[in-house]
């Protein structure tokens, strides 16, 4: 299983809330603030060609539940991405939530990667750290630590959490047990037997005043295991230059601990199984259904096992999506049916339509008002009108159908020449007889028939009945006089 950050298997808060205001938002006044996020590192743990950040749970990547979370407390350009490690893919992955970006070339620690962003965070008066690979962190707790910053008059203020096995942490050591005052932050593998005993841990975030940050940044050093530049280093650095450096202990350390990212992913979406849920959604064996984080549902719609909603998915009122249908990136209207083992993409299906079992409606399709699709039809750049049907084994791309329309089992709209791909239109009212080929690009005119068998290959006027097939021959006795044949 693949681990993300450092894991601990279990632990226990201390819980000692400090006294803040509640506004977790942005704040409408006072002093300026960024977010940036550290997203620079390689993450060798995880053993793959894929960075570290852009691994995904709950369907999207790491890296942009720390933006999510970040851009609930900022706006999203004030936020910055210190990217790395493949940063081009990093960048072009997640330029679309509107944040900013910056280059560490090179990836020389946490220390480093806030040296390389002074130029961007000069401006504002306090900056909130995130880690890219913690995609846990919720904009409550990071509005929590920015307020008791601000009310602690702080030049550093670390959120910190009490495990009960805190390998692998950086710990921390207060100035005396009651404080809230840090003396320094030490990494496992620079601390002492005694100080490896502390349990109370640095989560990997901070807030920063600006100024005192960048007026001693320069004083860190590579002096460690690791020769590296160390954020946490910034502790002592700001207290020996009598800086007021504070930890704000969390009430809830799932949010910062590390974990097997399949769990994380697990969590997330039973989470979000719960949330919809709770909003009136009825989901049946919600441990088998994969949501992701941006779909929404609205209430009294029903689905069942081994679902699964993905990307921007939306889904109306009263539907049905019953088991083992795939949905991703689709729009389906209110009381929409979806039989067992759909597969939609980019799909659009208006109210009251009935799908599949069995169909697969891909990229374009636009399904109409109370139409039906059927058992193994497949639809593409398509749109079908109100109350149409196209109910069995039937392929439709490239084709403009309007309402009323019977297609027949087997049909085909023969749309790819080997070169080009061309139009069919069928208008309203028109029965198309089962395996008819359409070879577009071709027009079939409103309320006309299609005969079965059919392969059209020129243009049908309105209210006409066009046959393409060869006339049956009847060869009387013919069977008869064959069996008699074989006797002799
Ligand atoms: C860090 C803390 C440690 C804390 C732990 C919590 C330091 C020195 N230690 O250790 O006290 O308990 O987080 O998980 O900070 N990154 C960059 N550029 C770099 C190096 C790292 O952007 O040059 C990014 C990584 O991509 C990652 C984050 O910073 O998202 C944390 O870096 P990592 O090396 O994993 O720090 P930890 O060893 O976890």
């Not at 006044?29 to 977010?35: L, S």
């Not at 495990?163 to 030490?186: D, F, H, M």
């Not at 593998?189 to 841990?201: F, L, M």
């Not at 079908?384 to 085909?412: C, P, Q, R």
């Amino acid at each position: 299983m693949k681990k993300l950050r450092k894991a601990s298997t279990s632990s226990r808060i201390s819980g000692r809330a400090p006294s803040h205001s509640e506004n977790t938002g942005p704040l409408e006044t006072g002093p300026r603030f960024a977010v940036a996020i550290m997203a620079a590192g390689k993450g060798t743990r995880l053993k793959s060609q894929l960075p570290k950040v852009l691994h995904e749970v709950g369907g999207k990547p790491l890296l942009a539940h720390a933006i999510t979370a970040a851009a609930r407390v900022v706006p999203a350009r004030d936020v910055y991405a210190i990217v790395g490690h493949e940063a081009e893919r990093v960048r072009s992955a997640l330029e679309h939530t509107g944040v900013q970006f910056v280059l560490q070339a090179e990836q020389r620690g946490t220390g480093q990667a806030l040296m390389v962003a002074q130029e961007a965070l000069g401006g504002y008066d306090h900056v909130i750290v995130l880690s890219g690979d913690a995609p846990l962190i919720t904009a409550e707790t990071i509005g929590r630590l920015r307020n008791f910053h601000l009310e602690e008059r702080a030049a550093m203020t670390l959120l910190s959490a009490d495990l009960e096995i805190p390998t692998g942490y950086g710990r921390i050591v207060r100035k005396n047990p009651r404080s809230s005052e840090v003396q320094a932050i030490v990494e496992e593998k620079s601390a002492n037997a005694e100080q490896r005993k502390i349990r109370e841990i640095n989560s990997g975030f901070y807030v920063f005043a600006v100024k005192p940050l960048y007026a001693n940044i320069g004083k860190l050093s590579t002096a460690n295991p690791h020769g590296e530049f160390y954020l946490t280093d910034m502790a002592a650095v700001l207290r020996r230059a009598k800086q007021r450096v504070v930890a704000w202990k969390t009430a809830n350390a799932s949010e910062v601990l590390g974990a097997e990212l399949a769990h994380i992913d697990q969590q997330m979406r039973l989470s979000k199984c719960r949330q919809l849920m709770e909003e009136g959604v009825t989901i049946f064996y919600p441990s088998t259904c994969v949501i992701d984080a941006d779909v929404q549902v609205a209430p009294d719609t029903v689905i069942e096992p081994f679902v699964q909603l993905l990307g921007n998915t939306r889904i109306g009122t009263a539907c049905r999506v019953r088991s083992y249908s795939v949905i991703r990136d689709s729009e389906i209207g209110d009381g929409v049916t979806i039989r067992p083992g759909c597969v939609m993409e980019e799909a659009r299906v208006a109210a009251g339509a009935m799908i599949g079992p069995y169909s697969h409606l891909r990229t374009g399709s636009e399904i109409g008002e109370g139409a039906h699709v059927g058992n193994f039809v497949e639809t593409k750049k398509i749109r079908l009108g109100k109350g149409s049907k196209a109910n069995h084994l039937t392929y439709l791309g490239d084709a403009e159908i309007g309402a009323g329309v019977n297609i027949g089992a087997g049909t085909i709209t023969c749309n790819y020449d080997g070169v080009n791909k061309h139009k069919t239109v069928i208008e309203d009212e028109v029965f198309i007889g089962s395996d008819s080929t359409l070879v577009a690009p071709v027009r079939v005119g409103k309320g006309a028939y299609v005969g079965a068998a059919s392969c059209i290959t020129e243009d049908v006027p309105a209210e006409a009945l066009a046959i393409g097939r060869s006339r049956q021959i009847v060869k009387e006795g013919w069977a008869r006089e064959k069996a008699a044949a074989r006797k002799k």
